[in-house]
């Protein structure tokens, strides 16, 4: 039977905000979303699946849409695309993320002539509609839902840029270079940070997404991570607290060195893969000091494991990490991977556990 959702005059905004400060209610905020490649494989039975579930008000489409038309240019198989920093995709599966062929930065001699893109005109595949985000950030305001705003990659665009062996390198050899690289994309993401937030403000949330990490540990040492792009994420994140905006941070792999560092640099809440890193883990080293943005596995249970797993490991994650002042949000991300059983079992189990905590 389903936790029994209670009475609250708050508006949506107003929860997402008190539980990303540790001053809910004990409500879980749920975070779930199916991927264009999950809407190709399973089609309208996921509207279905939506439907038996309107308490966690998740969105759809029209019945009868087209999902196969749904991928862009960089997300569908087998194509190439060439994106506004000059990055080369390619694309295994239609509306997954591809991989890049070829870095701009990859001779480092390029540096000299490099330019990147001019942040108020261009996004990283296309370019900005500043009148529709506006619109969208007071359709928003005007529901009383929360208003977020997406900052831009950084580690990742500067291993981009430059290509992963190589920017690993130039960091441990301490080459010039991959200073001058990161000071381009942080000016990069400072100027459009600044300007959507004066143009959305006041915004409730910005999010932040950069993967630091492998399976079992982080790329970079936590002293690289200090020297390279802490200062980078304090004044992102600086900038957002100055317009009222708090701030969360994505990142898959282990990141558990990293963690003081974001909490440090002023960031609200961090969202990591809740079994890589382990939920006893963020348990004893994070719960409390941040809100928890906890990422469902993805890679073992949703796939391969069974219903009941799939049950107990909500249970689990809602229970050692929740607490009666919020500080938890619960991200679902649904794969084409997952078989259909689970993706039942698992908004079954998000909607009987979501209000765990809230009276304890």
Same mark, same amino acid.
């Given at each position: 039977m389903a936790s029994e959702k209670p009475k609250d005059t708050r508006t949506a905004a107003q929860r997402y905000r008190d539980t990303l400060l540790m001053k809910g209610t004990g409500e879980v905020i749920i975070w779930c979303g199916f991927s264009v490649a999950t809407?190709?494989?399973?089609?309208?039975?996921?509207?279905?699946?939506?439907?038996?579930?309107?308490?966690?008000?998740?969105?759809?489409?029209?019945?009868?849409?087209?999902?196969?038309?749904?991928?862009?240019?960089? @997300?569908?198989?087998?194509?190439?695309?060439?994106? @506004?920093?000059?990055?080369?995709? +390619?694309?295994?599966?239609?509306?997954?993320?591809?991989?890049?062929?070829? +870095?701009p930065l990859s001779d480092i001699r390029r540096l000299r002539n490099y330019k990147a893109p001019d942040p108020l005109l261009y996004t990283e595949r296309g370019t900005h509609d500043w009148g529709q985000f506006v619109r969208n950030c007071s359709t928003s305001r005007a529901r009383g839902d929360p208003v977020g705003i997406?900052?831009?990659?950084?580690?990742?665009?500067? +291993?981009f840029l430059r290509g992963m062996e190589d920017a690993l390198t130039d960091m441990a050899m301490e080459a010039p270079e991959i200073q001058e690289i990161v000071d381009l994309v942080l000016d990069y993401n400072l100027r459009y940070l600044r300007h959507a937030l004066e143009l959305g403000s006041p915004v409730d949330l910005v999010g932040f997404g950069d993967d630091w990490g492998c399976q079992d540990r982080c790329m970079i040492s936590p002293a690289t991570f200090r020297r390279y792009f802490k200062p980078g994420y304090t004044k992102m994140y600086a900038l957002c607290k100055q317009y009222g905006a708090l701030t969360t941070q994505h990142s898959d792999g282990y990141t558990v060195d990293l963690w003081d560092e974001f909490l440090e640099a002023g960031l609200t809440a961090f969202n990591m893969q809740a079994n890589c890193v382990g939920v006893e883990t963020i348990e004893k080293r994070l719960k409390g000091k941040m809100c928890i943005i906890a990422d469902i596995d993805r890679q073992y249970i949703l796939p391969r494991g069974t219903p009941d797993q799939v049950r107990e490991h909500i249970k689990e994650v809602i229970t050692r990490l929740g607490s009666p002042n919020g500080g938890l949000v619960i991200r679902a991300d649904m794969y084409p991977d997952v078989p259909m059983e689970n993706l039942a079992a698992l908004l079954q189990a998000i909607e009987d556990y979501q209000y765990y905590w809230v009276g304890q």
């Open positions: 809407w190709i494989r399973y089609g309208d039975k996921l509207i279905d699946l939506i439907e038996k579930h309107p308490a966690l008000d998740m969105w759809r489409p029209e019945r009868g849409t087209d999902y196969s038309k749904w991928p862009g240019p960089a @997300n569908r198989a087998g194509e190439q695309y060439l994106d @506004n920093w000059g990055c080369l995709w +390619h694309c295994a599966r239609d509306g997954m993320e591809g991989q890049i062929l070829s +870095h997406a900052g831009e990659r950084f580690f990742e665009r500067v +291993h």
